[in-house]
């Protein structure tokens, strides 16, 4: 036995530096701290379930210099993103999103047939493919081989790469720069942001347009979205900080607008420093950023109180698992989102509570949820097996999903969601 006068705890002076990524402030305040938890897109297969699984720290913090929220880089963008189990094109409500946007862009830009549209983390072509359609030239860069594949197969141009400065200035040395340079939720995914800007800017043709969706932290905060922090999202952005980050590398945020889409998102529209007339910010833009100044999003105690929230709603949680079981009530998920796993593994649910999970998605049924190890079926089991309560795990498509799985109320059978809170319906 070690007594108390022998015994060493850990001390905070001991604690090594930790730069924030973008400032390189050192990092001292907690966003929230998840524990650990395996990789979000790792699905297994039936023969991994015999092996170790690794687990890594989900511990976010927030730069009290420029407010960035960011986790350390525990595992690699290579380990990550180059075989990928998300196939964009297996939701309906992402394809309309998508072709809307491709519509206005096309007019609100002027593109044409000599225009060149680029795409950062273009996935399986989901969207490109409208540009392609309107007749606009088209670039796919993404790292996962086999979406990219699934992107060539549809006859759009993708390059299987991981996105950086070296393969910008490749491009833009063979005159492929781009007109419009799209990047939808892949700003989070690359942990050299520095580097990432420094690519945009090399990429992007002198009267170009760089358009970019991310999830708004505000909204991050507001709903209590924790599930919305995993190992594949190093960093997570206000539009304050976000302006930060490009002025740094003389690109200029002029426009933004609000989303629905992922729980609330931005979309930002940037371009050159001295471009586009070399000032002025949109209406829209000038108001967000004072909605966030009023929210706080630039008080450091707005940040500090996110980790006692996320507490309470898993609390609540687990309240309504821990009655359910006790009823004898059977639970089944629908989705196998990597959202949905940050909140089974912080919460300690498994197969205990949640008897299957199922997907739309072919490359995910047949596997097995990562950490929690909830096996995923063909939603057609939910109709077999009739669960009393379906878990929306991608609360985002709650409205979709329950349409299409409407069936349930025939036995009785109701949806549950848990973020902002849990929701019986």
Same mark, same amino acid.
Not at 23 to 33: G, P, Y
Not at 91 to 107: F, G, K, N, P
Not at 117 to 131: A, K, M, P, Q, T
């Given at each position: 036995?070690? &007594?108390?006068?022998?015994?060493?705890?850990?001390?905070?002076?001991?604690?090594?530096?930790?730069?924030?990524?973008?400032?390189?402030?050192?990092?001292?305040?907690?966003?929230?701290?998840?524990?650990?938890?395996? /990789?979000?897109?790792?699905?297994?297969?039936?023969?991994?379930?015999?092996?170790?699984?690794?687990?890594?720290?989900?511990?976010?913090?927030?730069?009290?210099?420029?407010?960035?929220?960011? /986790?350390?880089?525990?595992?690699?963008?290579?380990?990550?993103?180059?075989?990928?189990?998300?196939?964009?094109?297996?939701?309906? &409500?992402?394809?309309?999103?998508?072709?809307?946007?491709?519509?206005?862009?096309?007019?609100?830009?002027? /593109?044409?047939?000599?225009?060149?549209?680029?795409?950062?983390?273009?996935?399986?072509?989901?969207?490109?493919?409208?540009?392609?359609?309107?007749?606009?030239?088209?670039?796919?860069?993404?790292?996962?081989?086999?979406?990219?594949?699934?992107?060539?197969?549809?006859?759009?141009?993708?390059?299987?790469?991981?996105?950086?400065?070296?393969?910008?200035?490749?491009?833009?040395?063979?005159?492929?720069?781009?007109?419009?340079?799209?990047?939808?939720?892949?700003?989070?995914?690359?942990?050299?942001?520095?580097?990432?800007?420094?690519?945009?800017?090399?990429?992007?043709?002198?009267?170009?347009?760089?358009?970019?969706?991310?999830?708004?932290?505000?909204?991050?905060?507001?709903?209590?979205?924790?599930?919305?922090?995993?190992?594949?999202?190093?960093?997570?952005?206000?539009?304050?900080?976000?302006?930060?980050?490009?002025?740094?590398? +003389?690109?200029?945020?002029?426009?933004?607008? /609000?989303?629905?889409?992922?729980?609330?998102?931005?979309?930002?529209?940037?371009?050159?420093?001295?471009?586009?007339?070399?000032?002025?910010?949109?209406?829209?833009?000038?108001?967000?950023?004072?909605?966030?100044?009023?929210?706080?999003? +630039?008080?450091?105690?707005?940040?500090?109180?996110?980790?006692?929230?996320?507490?309470?709603?898993?609390?609540?949680?687990?309240?309504?698992?821990?009655?359910?079981?006790?009823?004898?009530?059977?639970?089944?998920?629908?989705?196998?989102?990597?959202?949905?796993?940050?909140?089974?593994?912080?919460?300690?649910?498994?197969?205990?509570?949640?008897?299957?999970?199922?997907?739309?998605?072919?490359?995910?049924?047949?596997?097995?949820?990562?950490?929690?190890?909830?096996?995923?079926?063909?939603?057609?089991?939910?109709?077999?097996?009739?669960?009393?309560?379906?878990?929306?795990?991608?609360?985002?498509?709650?409205?979709?999903?329950?349409?299409?799985?409407?069936?349930?109320?025939?036995?009785?059978?109701?949806?549950?969601?848990?973020?902002?809170?849990?929701?019986?319906?």
């Amino acid at each position: 036995m070690i &007594s108390s006068e022998t015994a060493e705890a850990p001390q905070a002076g001991r604690a090594r530096r930790r730069p924030c990524r973008f400032c390189r402030a050192h990092l001292e305040e907690t966003f929230v701290d998840l524990g650990v938890s395996p /990789l979000s897109n790792a699905y297994l297969k039936a023969a991994d379930l015999s092996e170790m699984e690794p687990f890594y720290p989900l511990h976010a913090y927030v730069c009290s210099t420029c407010f960035l929220v960011q /986790l350390e880089e525990k595992s690699s963008p290579r380990e990550i993103f180059s075989d990928y189990a998300y196939f964009s094109s297996f939701s309906e &409500s992402w394809l309309e999103h998508s072709r809307r946007y491709a519509q206005m862009a096309v007019e609100r830009f002027n /593109l044409d047939r000599e225009s060149m549209v680029i795409e950062i983390g273009s996935n399986d072509g989901y969207l490109l493919r409208y540009f392609l359609e309107a007749g606009i030239p088209v670039l796919g860069i993404d790292p996962a081989s086999n979406v990219a594949r699934a992107a060539r197969e549809k006859g759009i141009e993708t390059l299987d790469r991981f996105f950086n400065s070296k393969l910008a200035g490749r491009l833009a040395g063979e005159g492929k720069k781009a007109d419009l340079l799209i990047g939808n939720n892949v700003l989070a995914h690359i942990p050299d942001l520095n580097d990432l800007m420094t690519a945009f800017k090399k990429l992007l043709q002198p009267g170009g347009v760089i358009s970019l969706e991310f999830p708004h932290l505000l909204s991050l905060i507001e709903q209590k979205q924790f599930d919305t922090i995993y190992h594949e999202h190093y960093s997570y952005f206000s539009l304050t900080t976000a302006e930060q980050v490009f002025a740094a590398r +003389d690109l200029r945020i002029f426009d933004a607008e /609000l989303l629905e889409t992922h729980g609330g998102s931005l979309r930002i529209y940037a371009c050159h420093k001295d471009a586009r007339g070399g000032g002025g910010k949109s209406e829209r833009l000038e108001a967000l950023l004072l909605k966030e100044r009023q929210k706080g999003l +630039d008080d450091i105690e707005t940040y500090r109180a996110f980790g006692k929230q996320v507490q309470i709603v898993k609390r609540e949680i687990l309240k309504f698992m821990i009655e359910a079981k006790e009823q004898g009530k059977s639970i089944a998920a629908y989705g196998a989102p990597a959202k949905g796993n940050t909140l089974l593994n912080y919460c300690g649910i498994g197969p205990d509570f949640i008897n299957y999970t199922v997907d739309l998605s072919p490359h995910k049924q047949g596997r097995y949820l990562p950490g929690s190890r909830i096996p995923i079926y063909d939603p057609e089991m939910v109709e077999r097996t009739r669960p009393d309560y379906l878990i929306i795990l991608p609360w985002n498509l709650k409205s979709e999903i329950s349409e299409q799985m409407e069936s349930i109320r025939a036995w009785g059978g109701q949806f549950v969601v848990f973020i902002p809170e849990v929701e019986v319906f």
